[in-house]
């Protein structure tokens, strides 16, 4: 699976959008972006995940670049319960799913 | 609420004690792996459980030993562990399509210290 660059951590304040950015130049064309967030001590929480076209859900929108060598996960409107680890990984299927965790990028929201 | 429940939420054991970790998930799903998160560190891959068979085992030391009955239920059973062991383990499910979009949902987590 291809590697994963996101910046250590960033701010963001309560309102505003957050934007986390994700560099995977090494991507495959069969590789998909997917993104995960890790609350302190909880499990990680699935957010949304895209192979080419930039997606929306109830939680965030992915933005993937057209040569797909980098994405960005939108939070809209960042509350104080959306600090936690954020986690890019980009995997090829191989039968059966497997995520590689880098470290992410720690966001905290302060009001 | 992921539809992952792992119970206990929290332990603690001797290097002697034998214990065992238990996910169950709600799911529908027929993949179930085991994830070790220790401090400071990137989540680990332990095993991964495929239509009840065993298909990966992240060269984990033969002290923890898992088990899958079934494919709602997954086991960590836990024996002479040592001080270093004691982190987050993470359960989580999947449905093994082959379609390759297939996501992964994970548990509360077991925060285990081994004195």
């Known amino acids: 699976d291809a590697k994963t660059t996101q910046p250590p951590s960033m701010d963001c304040a309560e309102g505003r959008a957050a934007n986390l950015p994700c560099n995977h130049s090494?991507?495959?064309?069969?590789?998909?972006v997917y993104w995960y967030r890790q609350i302190h001590s909880q499990g990680p929480q699935y957010i949304i995940h895209?192979?080419?076209n930039n997606e929306t859900n109830e939680m965030a929108s992915l933005i993937i670049t057209e040569d797909r060598k980098s994405s960005t996960l939108i939070l809209p409107h960042a509350t104080l319960r959306d600090t936690a680890v954020y986690y890019c990984?980009?995997?090829?299927?191989?039968?059966?799913?497997?995520?590689?965790f880098g470290k992410g990028t720690m966001l905290l929201v302060s009001p | 609420e992921t539809g992952v429940t792992q119970t206990p939420r929290h332990l603690v054991m001797g290097m002697t004690n034998k214990k065992s970790l238990k996910c169950e998930q709600h799911?529908?799903?027929?993949?179930m792996y085991w994830y070790k998160q220790s401090a400071k560190k990137p989540l680990e891959l332990m095993f991964v459980?495929?239509?009840?068979?065993?298909?990966e085992n992240n060269s984990v030391p033969s002290r923890f030993s898992p088990e899958c009955p079934n494919s709602s239920h997954l086991f960590l059973h836990l024996h002479t562990l040592q001080p270093e062991d004691s982190a987050l383990y993470l359960c989580?499910?999947?449905?093994?399509?082959?379609?390759?979009?297939?996501?992964?949902?994970f548990g509360p987590g077991t925060r285990l210290t081994v004195l």
């Open positions: 459980y495929s239509l009840e068979e065993r298909v």
């Open positions: 989580a499910s999947s449905q093994d399509t082959g379609g390759g979009t297939d996501t992964q949902y």
């Open positions: 990984i980009v995997r090829v299927f191989s039968g059966y799913s497997t995520l590689t």
């Open positions: 799911l529908g799903h027929n993949a």
């Open positions: 895209g192979l080419k």
């Open positions: 090494t991507i495959s064309g069969n590789e998909y």
